[in-house]
């Protein structure tokens, strides 16, 4: 175990719905990332929270956003999915801004069908 | 953007070689990770590394920096070894991850 958590592990939806994938970061730890990995996009890089705050963002969808709450943990809430949206999305959380030592939990497998 | 290349793409070895993976980057850096993921998709982050020579067990690692490239040595390979070989970097935002070395450990 992690110590990072995440929910659901798999989670099976249709074309067009809204998913929320759940985070919970290693105690601690102030910054939670969030990364798709796909098998023609590899690892790609979100979104980062630092303390509820917003500090980063990557090759995030306007269709996905992302909050982090003040007991730190995190939702990603996926809209109008599409069937290319499915992947794994991992979770990872660090104690500073700075990304070091990163933790990851064990993902959650998306499938939109 | 930053460039991760990771060499070799795929590597099978027997149980108790040794092996040496490599990660090039195309632009200074100043986090460099080593995660591998396990056959079950769990990503373990294995080192941070962004400059010099760290060792844990059975795996080392060595960046340089200066020349851009980092190196994972395993030695005496075990099965549990299997799985793809993840380098990242980061330069201002999130980690720019490699495309992986996939390493089967035969018995």
């Known amino acids: 175990d992690s110590g990072v958590t995440q929910t659901p592990k798999h989670l099976i939806t249709a074309t067009g719905q809204r998913v929320t994938l759940r985070c919970s970061p290693r105690?601690?730890?102030?910054?939670v990332y969030w990364y798709q990995q796909s098998l023609d996009q590899g690892l790609q890089f979100l979104i980062q929270?630092?303390?509820?705050?917003?500090?980063a963002k990557g090759n995030i969808l306007e269709r996905f956003s992302a909050q982090q709450f003040p007991d730190l943990h995190s939702e990603l809430n996926l809209s109008s999915l599409e069937l290319g949206d499915s992947a794994l999305y991992f979770c990872?959380?660090?104690?500073?801004?700075?990304?070091?030592?990163?933790?990851f939990g064990s993902g959650t497998r998306l499938t939109v069908v | 953007g930053i460039q991760v290349e990771q060499s070799p793409p795929d590597l099978i070895l027997q149980e108790g070689a040794n092996s040496t993976l490599r990660c090039n980057f195309s632009?200074?850096?100043?986090?460099l990770q080593w995660f591998h993921q396990n056959p079950w998709g769990q990503l373990i982050n294995l080192f941070y590394?962004?400059?010099g020579t760290k060792q844990n067990g059975r795996l080392s690692a060595t960046t340089v920096a200066t020349e851009r490239y980092s190196l994972l040595y395993i030695s005496s390979s075990q099965t549990t070894d299997s799985g793809v070989y993840f380098c990242?970097?980061?330069?201002?935002?999130?980690?720019?991850f490699g495309k992986g070395t996939h390493l089967i450990i035969q018995p």
């Open positions: 990872a959380s660090s104690v500073s801004l700075g990304n070091k030592g990163y933790t």
């Open positions: 105690s601690g730890d102030l910054s």
């Open positions: 929270y630092y303390n509820g705050e917003e500090r």
């Open positions: 632009d200074s850096v100043n986090n």
């Open positions: 590394i962004p400059s």
């Open positions: 990242a970097v980061k330069v201002a935002d999130g980690l720019t």
